[in-house]
């Protein structure tokens, strides 16, 4: 009788957070403060700065707990396949309802924009989902959300930006010289760490859970290029050409 009403396991977590993050955006719509600079802007500017407005809060909270889920347990460090915590299996169901949300929030007011993203998160949700319905796996997700702190400094410039804050100023210069170092080390250092590991230790898990993390990484590090060279050029190759020309 109660066959019927059994879903996969982790499904209803990540729906719960998918939830939660759906009422955060509700909120934020409906009551948030807007910027002085977007009071008069279109609904898609203003859709975009309530997105990241939430893309920043889920970065500040994954960046803080995928540090902290290492020293709860370290054995993850060592063993990125078995290793399991409580807090590592909250933060990647967390994440994964995040990135369902985020999902969504794009395929409806964004897609033709943000084709890019939309591949990373079924890539991401995907993996989170593999991650929570076999109970392993975590410490490899948890070292994937390494790359949220890079993620905090990268939604802070955007919000920044919206309002109106200077690209010369003390505060904006000192969050794109932390957005680069945390670029290389959470992003790029971190998939190669984690590549490293699925190669290494192939023969321990599935071949077809061995090839999705490779090809996953490839998409993600293809991804993070693309993103590198757009923020070079939106910020730091112009910021040469205008000293240059000064």
Not at 93 to 101: C, E, K, P, R, W
Not at 106 to 117: G, N, P, T
Not at 140 to 161: D, P, T
Request: some cysteine; glycine content about 4%.
């Amino acid at each position: 009788m109660f066959e019927v009403l059994q879903v996969p396991r982790g499904s209803l977590e990540i729906l719960a957070f998918c939830v939660c993050f759906r009422v955060v955006h509700f909120f934020l719509n409906n009551y948030g403060p807007l910027p002085s600079l977007l009071v008069s802007s279109s609904l898609k500017k203003i859709w975009l700065y309530r997105n990241i407005s939430i893309s920043f809060i889920h970065a500040c909270i994954s960046a803080f707990l995928s540090v902290y889920c290492f020293f709860d347990e370290p054995a993850m460090l060592t063993d990125m396949f078995s290793a399991w915590s409580r807090l590592s299996y909250f933060l990647v169901s967390l994440s994964a309802g995040y990135f369902l949300h985020d999902f969504f929030d794009m395929l409806f007011y964004d897609a033709k924009q943000s084709v890019d993203l939309l591949i990373h998160h079924v890539v991401v949700c995907m993996a989170f989902y593999i991650a929570i319905h076999y109970n392993m796996y975590m410490g490899y997700a948890v070292c994937s959300l390494l790359m949220e702190i890079n993620s905090v400094f990268l939604h802070f410039r955007r919000l920044m930006g919206f309002h109106g804050v200077s690209k010369s100023s003390v505060v904006y210069q000192i969050n794109g010289i932390l957005l680069l170092i945390t670029f290389v080390n959470f992003r790029f250092l971190t998939a190669a760490w984690m590549l490293n590991y699925s190669i290494k230790y192939r023969h321990e898990v599935p071949h077809t859970h061995f090839l999705f993390s490779v090809v996953g990484l490839v998409i993600m590090t293809v991804l993070n290029l693309q993103l590198l060279m757009s923020l070079w050029k939106a910020d730091f190759k112009r910021g040469q050409m205008k000293q240059r020309e000064d």
